[in-house]
């Protein structure tokens, strides 16, 4: 049996993600898929044009990233107290160690290259608008700090997005919750 769903309200609920929530959330997954695929395909083959069509947009796209997942930090903490609940017990516990695990290193990634160009001797001009003017010479722990993070900690975030997403199939596979309907939309089961 399944319920109908109201309509869908702009902030979050205890039932359900709201609309922007639902926006940020797919809007980040969306960006962050082009950057992995980018530089996945850059590990396989190196430089290409192909690998050249999608790293060539990795400053723009990760600038965007950086602005939303900072938009979508405020909007939660804005509705934390309205947001459905992770649950009791381990699991929950769980669920709120990896969200938060996810946005700590959501955070860092994005930082880390910042760091890296203010850094640097290129400087940083995201859709050509200079950010930060390149340094000579070049600051190199910050340099250093950035090369450090930046790429490694992006495929632990691969690895952790990996997760969250297996999560959700077993609670739509397994527990029968409801979970995916909060973020995605759709119908809510009744129940088992």
Known sequence: MTLPTPSLP????ARAYGRITRLLHWSIAALMLWQFIGMGLRLAL?????????????Q???TVLFLLIA????????NRRNRPGHGAGLPG???RLG???LYLVMLIVPVAALLRAYGGERGFAPFGFEIFAAQQPPIGWMVGIGDALHGELGWLL???????????GLHEGMWRDGTLARMAGGRRRAGP
């Open 10 to 13: 702009l902030r979050d609920t």
């Open 46 to 58: 190196g430089r290409t044009p192909l690998v050249s069509f999608f790293v060539g947009s990795h």
């Open 60 to 62: 723009q796209v990760g």
């Open 71 to 78: 938009l979508r930090l405020l909007w939660s903490l804005a």
């Open 93 to 95: 516990l769980a669920a």
């Open 99 to 101: 969200h938060g695990a």
């Open 158 to 168: 691969l690895a952790l997005i990996a997760g969250h997403v297996l999560m959700v």
